[in-house]
């Protein structure tokens, strides 16, 4: 696990790095995306890329990785239509190149398997965008998570929809109960991992996502066990890191050819 700490346009235009370098060599790649203030950053920076740097996503395909249960198809915080607001109408990405867990499935297992299958046949998502909830949860897996899950319907906790209210008015019964989330397991087979955090209020899950021990009450620490993970952090979130000077230092003298 990688640990970068720096100011939050650096952080953006670190993933927008990883993300762009992965097109270049692999045009057709996969991307995981993530919705949530987090990765808003990388998705105006890729936007400003593909306006100014012809940087192209025609090829591209995306998964996103959760979705709210039973918001109407045309609700602005259904994560469908956040994704294609906030990315996907930005740059070149054909008009069914994303796809989501469908929100508003008859048979959600059916759906949830349905999703799964999909990655697999896209091939893997080959770079995850990813943020973390206060609690820990990546995607919407919440604390109690199995480790090994996969895409599947989850319950919010009460912590989750008062942290989402912004989005809708202030109004926290207004946040939806229920989603679909890839599961840990699911996240965990994508080939690359790039997590987001900015902020005091991310402090305490960032350190035990970085230094925890591995326990679904920590849902992010699951990410222990891949091999390939970046964790980009602003001061505010790495302030509680017990060994911040030490990534600090490594991050400064990393060699040049190594890249993310
Ligand atoms: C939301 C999303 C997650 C997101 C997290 C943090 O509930 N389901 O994918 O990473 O919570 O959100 P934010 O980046 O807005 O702090």
Redesign the pocket.
Known sequence: MEVVIAPAPELARLAADAVEALLRRRPDAVLGL??????LGVYDELARRHADGGLSFARARGFM??EYVGLPREHPQRYRNVIDAEFASRVDLMPDAVQGPDGLAADVPAACAAYERAIVDAGGVDLQL????TDG????NEPGSSLASRTRIKTLTEQ?RI??ARFFDGEVERVPQH?L?QGLGTIMAARHLVLLATGRG?AEAVHQLVEGPVSAMWPATVLQHHPHVTVLIDNAAASRLQLADYYRGAYASKPAWQGL
Not at 34 to 39: D, I, Q
Not at 130 to 133: A, N, P, Q, V, W
Not at 137 to 140: D, Q, R, T
């Open positions: 993530a919705t949530g203030s987090s990765p990785l959760d990813l943020g973390i909830g949860h990546i995607g919407f989750t942290d989402n989603c989330t991310k």
